[in-house]
T-cell receptor
Framework: GNSVTQMEGPVTLSEEAFLTINCTYT??????LFWYVQYPGEGLQLLLK?????DKGSNKGFEATYRKETTSFHLEKGSVQVSDSAVYFC????????????FGKGTKLSVKP | DTGVSQNPRHKITKRGQNVTFRCDPI?????LYWYRQTLGQGPEFLTY????????KSRLLSDRFSAERPKGSFSTLEIQRTEQGDSAMYLC?????????????FGSGTRLTVV
């Protein structure tokens, strides 16, 4: 079936460190891929998306590239800030799903000053 | 537009009681989704509406759960005879039907605690 696997957390980094959060997927057809972020006490927010192979989604300094050959959509940021501390969720939706999202379990990021 | 609004933010109830949550989507959006998120897990799809029609329900949605969207605007999710396993964050989201594949807007959720 369709599923999303992300790296286990929590991830703790110092400010200005490089961030990678791995995400791989299993899906029928050609899914759209997403990263959502959940800041403490807030709802899920769409961070970035990619709808076809080799697309790169980017927002707020975060990037992720849709890699069909490795079925991956890893999230990266060159220099994290304390304000990036949150839980990050990788998700997909696929052609037969009517837009319903399948989420990974989430990765908690803590950035220390 | 104030985004997707969910009420109440928190609900504590005794096992066996009924609870009802409300979601007000972004007004122009015709699709509305309900998800459930338990601690340490990602959200799981429960059901969705296009306008007032409920088009899909997850097998997670037992007979004790019912959702409505009577006029194609706000939606309610009712849980009857609550159980401790129902304790979770219940999330609502909305989108345009053509925009569902481009991500949608979530509310802040209703946290249910069954004691």
């Amino acid at each position: 079936g369709n599923s999303v696997t992300q790296m286990e957390g929590p991830v703790t980094l110092s400010e200005e460190a490089f961030l990678t959060i791995n995400c791989t997927y299993t899906a029928t057809g050609y899914p759209s891929l997403f990263w959502y972020v959940q800041y403490p006490g807030e709802g899920l927010q769409l961070l970035l998306k990619a709808t076809k192979a080799d697309d790169k989604g980017s927002n707020k300094g975060f990037e992720a590239t849709y890699r069909k050959e490795t079925t991956s959509f890893h999230l990266e940021k060159g220099s994290v800030q304390v304000s990036d501390s949150a839980v990050y969720f990788c998700a997909l939706t696929y052609g037969g799903s009517q837009g319903n999202l399948i989420f990974g379990k989430g990765t908690k990021l803590s950035v220390k000053p | 537009d104030t985004g997707v609004s969910q009420n109440p933010r928190h609900k504590i109830t005794k096992r066996g009681q009924n609870v009802t949550f409300r979601c007000d989507p972004i007004s122009e959006h015709n699709r509305l989704y309900w998800y459930r998120q338990t601690l340490g897990q990602g959200p799981e799809f429960l059901t969705y509406f296009q306008n007032e029609a409920q088009l899909e329900k997850s097998r997670l949605l037992s007979d004790r759960f019912s959702a409505e969207r009577p006029k194609g605007s706000f939606s309610t999710l009712e849980i009857q005879r609550t159980e401790q396993g129902d304790s979770a964050m219940y999330l609502c989201a909305s989108s345009f039907s053509t925009g569902a594949f481009y991500g949608y807007t979530f509310g802040s959720g209703t946290r249910l605690t069954v004691v």
